[in-house]
């Protein structure tokens, strides 16, 4: 059939806009109040839903984005658990394991040892004094030259106190009596140094070499079980021999020991700080055993999961601390203070002690720009790692009470312990400047300590650290503001999500050909092709 010239061509309707498309959108969308926002019935009407619909889209936009990054940033907080242990899991005689007990006389280096070496005391109190200017030079002076290499690792060792730890008791009787005098340098010995108590072949005790002299470990293995009260305590009896103190711990306000208690991985040498014990008392120590739990998830929290150990011992910031600065003294020096206690957990360092040259031509001066560094705040230690907070720590919290030591209990023991004083005063008959005992019951009085350690509870409280803003609560507070606020849910997301595919999908890859035109149907095949 021919058409006639009148004859017009069927309309080609006009492809919708973006903003043509997102009006109709509205109508159909489960976000509220938007509609009125393009359909409302007044202008004015319009306007305030178009302001107070962006204003609830700008602030949920802050909440969502506060709340991401709160989430990313990972900030934690610490509760706290008890670990109730039930009794059917219990055998009668094994409860809780006693802490490692770390005694250390505040006699570092005894008298008897250094009137053997004259000047070699003025020598340690001189590089003690540091001064930056003089003391590298100190060995310019003939009287020190004898010194030179000797190392601080001996003389804490060779110097230690003539006696010390007397008695170690346990409620099994299984802490055997130590040998109060003995052939080796005077120093005091178990009378049966290998028999054990369980089988295995344990000490009772231990010495640890330190900045702060020769320490006694007490259950260095942390085998000794104890129960509640007085039934699980270890007494420990001490012998301060005050007629030995040098010098130099004379000139120390405390007297007698410093006592930590530690899980039996951690050295004193790694404790900041600890008990004043002084002779002529007795020390009643109740303890309570704590873990803590540290995280290692983010920015903000983390801990140390690889290295479990270093060559002070159980790792913690404190024993990092320790390795940090002899690595620093190492480099610049090729020498360490003091050797640690275990070299054998780092079999790739070859630790060598520093001799008292070494220490004042190099050590000391390094020692104290370490120390410097450190506690400023420094960034220029660059080759020391950052020491995190180990991701499981064991501590005890300590309820110290004393008494004085009685006088009639000086006189008991006096007897017990006047072969030990006859013991003394026969090594040091040739000494002239050693004072000589007098045997009565105030040499015990003024020399003797005993220190009971004992549980409060068998219970282990733990500290947890948890994550204070977790992905659950990242879930609520961002669908809890955007619920309120806009009235929208996770569905209403995805349906802004495929409304804006499409229309981007039709405007790059469908879009309008022969001068802006489609034909009548290319619109919905566009729509219903990703519908």
Same mark, same amino acid.
């Given at each position: 059939?021919?058409?006639?010239d009148d004859t017009?061509?069927?309309?080609?309707?006009?492809?919708?806009?973006?903003?043509e498309d997102?009006k109709?959108?509205?109508?159909?969308?489960t976000?509220?109040?938007i509609k009125?926002?393009?359909?409302?019935a007044?202008?004015?009407?319009r306007?305030i839903?178009?302001?107070?619909?962006? &204003?609830?889209?700008?602030? &949920?936009m802050?909440?969502v984005?506060?709340s991401?990054?709160?989430?990313?940033?990972?900030?934690t907080?610490?509760k706290?658990? @008890?670990?109730?242990?039930?009794?059917?899991?219990?055998?009668?005689?094994?409860?809780?394991?006693?802490? !490692?007990?770390?005694?250390c006389?505040n006699?570092?280096?005894?008298? !008897?040892?250094?009137?053997?070496?004259?000047?070699l005391?003025?020598?340690?109190?001189e590089?003690?004094?540091?001064?930056k200017s003089?003391?590298?030079?100190?060995?310019?002076n003939e009287?020190?030259?004898?010194?030179e290499?000797?190392?601080?690792?001996?003389?804490?060792?060779k110097g230690?106190p003539r006696?010390g730890?007397?008695q170690?008791?346990?409620y099994?009787?299984?802490? $055997?009596?130590?040998?109060?005098?003995?052939?080796?340098?005077?120093?005091?010995r178990?009378?049966?140094?290998d028999?054990?108590?369980?089988?295995?072949?344990?000490k009772?005790?231990?010495?640890?070499?330190s900045?702060?002299g020769?320490?006694?470990?007490i259950n260095?293995?942390?085998?000794?079980?104890?129960?509640?009260? $007085?039934y699980g305590?270890?007494?420990?009896?001490f012998?301060?021999?005050?007629?030995?103190?040098?010098?130099f711990?004379?000139r120390?306000?405390q007297?007698g020991?410093t006592v930590?208690? !530690?899980d039996?991985?951690t050295?004193?040498?790694?404790m &900041?700080?600890?008990f004043?014990?002084?002779p002529?008392?007795?020390?009643?120590?109740?303890l309570?055993?704590?873990?803590?739990?540290?995280?290692n998830?983010?920015?903000? !929290?983390?801990?140390?999961?690889?290295?479990?150990?270093n060559a002070?011992?159980t790792?913690?910031?404190?024993s990092?601390n320790?390795?940090?600065r002899?690595?620093?003294?190492?480099?610049?020096?090729g020498c360490?203070? %003091?050797?640690?206690?275990?070299?054998?957990y @780092?079999?790739?360092?070859?630790?060598?002690?520093?001799?008292?040259?070494?220490?004042?031509?190099?050590?000391l001066?390094?020692?104290?720009e370490?120390?410097?560094?450190?506690?400023? *705040?420094?960034?220029?230690? &660059?080759h020391c790692?950052?020491?995190?907070?180990?991701c499981?720590?064991?501590?005890y919290?300590?309820?110290?009470?004393?008494s004085?030591?009685?006088?009639?209990?000086?006189?008991?023991?006096?007897?017990q312990l006047?072969g030990l004083?006859d013991?003394l005063?026969?090594?040091?008959?040739?000494?002239?400047k050693v004072?000589?005992?007098?045997?009565e019951k105030?040499?015990?009085? $003024?020399?003797l300590?005993?220190?009971?350690?004992?549980?409060?509870s068998?219970?282990?409280s733990?500290?947890?650290?948890?994550?204070?803003?977790?992905?659950?609560?990242? %879930?609520?507070?961002?669908?809890?503001?955007?619920?309120?606020l *806009?009235?929208?849910?996770?569905?209403?997301? %995805?349906?802004?999500v495929?409304?804006f595919i499409?229309?981007?999908w039709?405007?790059?890859?469908?879009?309008?050909?022969?001068?802006g035109?489609?034909p009548?149907f290319?619109?919905?095949?566009?729509?219903d092709?990703l519908?």
């Amino acid at each position: 059939m021919l058409l006639n010239d009148d004859t017009k061509p069927p309309d080609v309707p006009k492809q919708q806009t973006f903003f043509e498309d997102f009006k109709e959108f509205t109508t159909e969308t489960t976000s509220h109040g938007i509609k009125y926002v393009f359909h409302a019935a007044y202008q004015w009407v319009r306007c305030i839903y178009a302001v107070l619909w962006l &204003t609830a889209v700008a602030y &949920t936009m802050y909440i969502v984005c506060s709340s991401v990054t709160k989430y990313i940033m990972m900030d934690t907080g610490t509760k706290i658990e @008890e670990i109730v242990r039930p009794r059917q899991t219990v055998s009668e005689d094994s409860v809780i394991n006693h802490p !490692t007990i770390n005694v250390c006389p505040n006699n570092i280096v005894s008298k !008897t040892y250094l009137d053997k070496f004259p000047k070699l005391e003025e020598l340690m109190d001189e590089l003690y004094a540091f001064n930056k200017s003089t003391t590298h030079k100190i060995f310019e002076n003939e009287d020190y030259k004898p010194y030179e290499d000797m190392t601080y690792h001996d003389i804490m060792w060779k110097g230690r106190p003539r006696v010390g730890l007397l008695q170690c008791t346990h409620y099994r009787d299984k802490c $055997e009596f130590v040998e109060p005098f003995s052939l080796d340098e005077f120093q005091a010995r178990p009378q049966h140094w290998d028999k054990d108590y369980d089988g295995n072949g344990h000490k009772h005790y231990e010495w640890e070499v330190s900045l702060s002299g020769s320490c006694y470990r007490i259950n260095p293995r942390g085998d000794l079980l104890a129960k509640v009260g $007085e039934y699980g305590e270890i007494t420990l009896t001490f012998f301060a021999d005050l007629n030995d103190y040098s010098t130099f711990a004379k000139r120390e306000p405390q007297y007698g020991y410093t006592v930590t208690f !530690t899980d039996n991985g951690t050295y004193s040498s790694t404790m &900041t700080s600890g008990f004043f014990m002084s002779p002529g008392n007795v020390y009643k120590s109740d303890l309570r055993k704590y873990k803590e739990e540290n995280l290692n998830i983010g920015p903000s !929290t983390s801990c140390e999961p690889h290295h479990k150990t270093n060559a002070y011992g159980t790792y913690s910031t404190n024993s990092c601390n320790k390795r940090c600065r002899d690595a620093y003294v190492m480099e610049w020096c090729g020498c360490v203070h %003091i050797l640690p206690p275990h070299p054998e957990y @780092e079999p790739e360092v070859e630790f060598v002690g520093c001799t008292l040259k070494q220490w004042a031509e190099c050590g000391l001066a390094r020692t104290v720009e370490f120390t410097d560094q450190f506690v400023n *705040l420094k960034d220029n230690i &660059t080759h020391c790692e950052y020491c995190q907070p180990a991701c499981e720590e064991m501590w005890y919290e300590a309820t110290i009470s004393s008494s004085r030591l009685s006088k009639f209990y000086a006189q008991q023991k006096l007897e017990q312990l006047q072969g030990l004083v006859d013991g003394l005063n026969e090594r040091s008959h040739n000494d002239s400047k050693v004072e000589k005992y007098a045997i009565e019951k105030e040499t015990v009085y $003024e020399n003797l300590m005993i220190l009971k350690v004992l549980f409060t509870s068998i219970q282990e409280s733990t500290y947890k650290e948890y994550v204070k803003y977790d992905y659950t609560q990242l %879930i609520g507070d961002v669908g809890g503001q955007m619920g309120m606020l *806009l009235g929208a849910s996770l569905f209403t997301i %995805i349906e802004f999500v495929h409304f804006f595919i499409k229309a981007i999908w039709r405007c790059l890859c469908r879009g309008p050909r022969n001068g802006g035109h489609s034909p009548p149907f290319q619109r919905h095949m566009d729509l219903d092709s990703l519908g």
